[in-house]
């Protein structure tokens, strides 16, 4: 991967489809490490907040 200090998802299971992300610059950037084409996601920190907290909100079975 780039020059970036990325840090693997504690979710990660085995094998090597992982989640990675790296905060660089006032920017959050987001990676998989199974991805070929090494493609990076870049967003704000604010946005990767929202993101985590509607992941993280219980869910209703409706």
Known sequence: MSSYQWQRSSYCGQGESCLHV??????VHV????????????????????????????RSDD
Request: aromatic share 2%.
């Open 22 to 27: 790296a905060a660089r610059h006032g920017a």
């Open 31 to 58: 990676t998989e490490s199974s991805d070929p084409t090494g493609a990076i996601v870049h967003t704000t920190p604010a946005a990767w907040a929202a993101l985590l907290r509607t992941v993280k909100e219980p």
